[in-house]
């Protein structure tokens, strides 16, 4: 097997993609506890992206057998056969060690307790509860609402200040129609595997409207963020309420009758790139004082 393939390999059994994003959400908490960023958030940023990426393999682990039955899923490195689950574990075990260690040495102990705590609630409550009730996403959207509140602590906030308590609760929301929207996206597929799934008891305009209420909370509590102190800058508030404005309105579109596949692709896309605005403009707005 070449270096290039193992790599890939690699990256894939880690979900790069998703465990990246983990780390961005982790700077922004440090970002808006320490109003800075240097190089104090380096090493704990990539303690949790080695946890977040032992939990992504462990989780391939746990998933082989229905990733197997899944189109979107059986050419993954455990299915397809190119790595085996003893090898995979031994992966996962190396890389949650070194996280640990790296969290605990640069962000301290509350840091690492965080991060064990979204390690727990990801593999063993969250994996598990998929096979039992299409709304295991409520639960399990709390993996979505920890890496900010250990870069808010790696950053010298407190746990107990309501501004990362609200930050937190935001991107928890947010999960949720982000997944749902996946999930509506590769219904089949799950359906297939054996999964239950919203599909199944809700029809696609039910799960439109719904969707869009799910959307519109989140637009919501996101405009809530400058009244607890993490938005200080008027252009950033408008900025905020712009971007909110934007996503409602193409939300509207999923109270249409007879949606298809293709709105609900537009909605993740659209609430993707919502989260990650909003990110980017109160990160601008606690790195630089804009009144």
Known sequence: MEIKEKINILLELTKIRITSFVTLTTVFGFIVASNSIN?????????VLLLACGAAVINHIQERKTDALMDRTKNRPLPSGKVKPITAFYIAL????????LLSLTAGFVALGL?????????????????????????????GAIPPAIGWVAGGGSLSDPSIAFISFFFFIWQIPHFWLLLFIFGKDYEKAGFPT?????????????????????IIIGL????????KSSYISIGLL???FWLALNAFKLLRPNLENKQFKLAFYNI???????IFLISLDNLFILY
Do not use: D, H
Request: charged content about 10%; cysteine-free.
């Open 39 to 47: 190089e104090k958030i380096v090493l704990p940023t990539l303690g």
């Open 94 to 101: 190396v890389l949650l060690i070194l996280g640990s260690i």
């Open 115 to 143: 991060g064990l705590l979204n390690l727990i609630w990801y593999n063993v409550i969250y994996t598990p509860l998929k096979k039992k009730t299409a709304f295991a996403i409520i639960p399990g959207s709390l993996v």
């Open 198 to 218: 919203l599909t199944k008891i809700f029809n696609f305009n039910q799960l439109g409207r719904i969707t869009f209420i799910w959307i519109l909370t989140t």
């Open 224 to 231: 809530f963020l400058p009244i607890f102190g993490v938005v």
């Open 242 to 244: 712009l971007v909110g």
């Open 272 to 278: 993707n790139t919502f989260v990650i605005l909003f």
